[in-house]
């Protein structure tokens, strides 16, 4: 009942930006939480980015002050700003929404990722 669509990766040279985006449709109770990963071939998913319902944000020390999370309740949607983009920040780049339901269950929704390619 709740699909989560991504977008806006793309090729771009060192030191440019990028604007992810991510939004969530269906039957949505309440959203908890919502997050930025990224992934290589051949390592483990990584996490980049969250935002809290309350607007708490944490980042990856690898991203700090070049990154930006955000969201906009009413559209149920969040934003990666990426700014200062490197070569190592090359990966797919995958959206998770941690949605409550009314009786307090949490599930994870995953976008189906967008690769963000930055050349040297």
């Known amino acids: 009942q709740v699909q989560v669509v991504e977008f806006g990766g793309g090729l771009v040279q060192a030191g440019g930006s990028l604007r992810l985006s991510c939004g969530a449709s269906?039957?949505?109770?309440?959203?908890?939480?919502m997050g930025w990963y990224r992934q290589v071939p051949g390592k483990q998913r990584q996490l980049v980015a969250t935002?809290?319902?309350?607007?708490?944000?944490e980042y990856a020390d690898s991203v700090k002050d070049r990154f930006t999370i955000s969201r906009d309740n009413a559209k149920r949607t969040v934003y990666l700003q990426m700014n200062s983009l490197k070569p190592e920040d090359t990966a797919v780049y995958y959206c998770?929404?941690?949605?409550?339901?009314?009786?307090?269950?949490?599930?994870?929704?995953w976008g189906q990722g967008t690769q963000v390619t930055v050349s040297s």
């Open positions: 935002i809290t319902s309350g607007g708490s944000t």
């Open positions: 998770k929404i941690n949605i409550g339901t009314m009786n307090r269950q949490a599930y994870d929704y």
């Open positions: 269906g039957i949505i109770p309440s959203i908890n939480a």
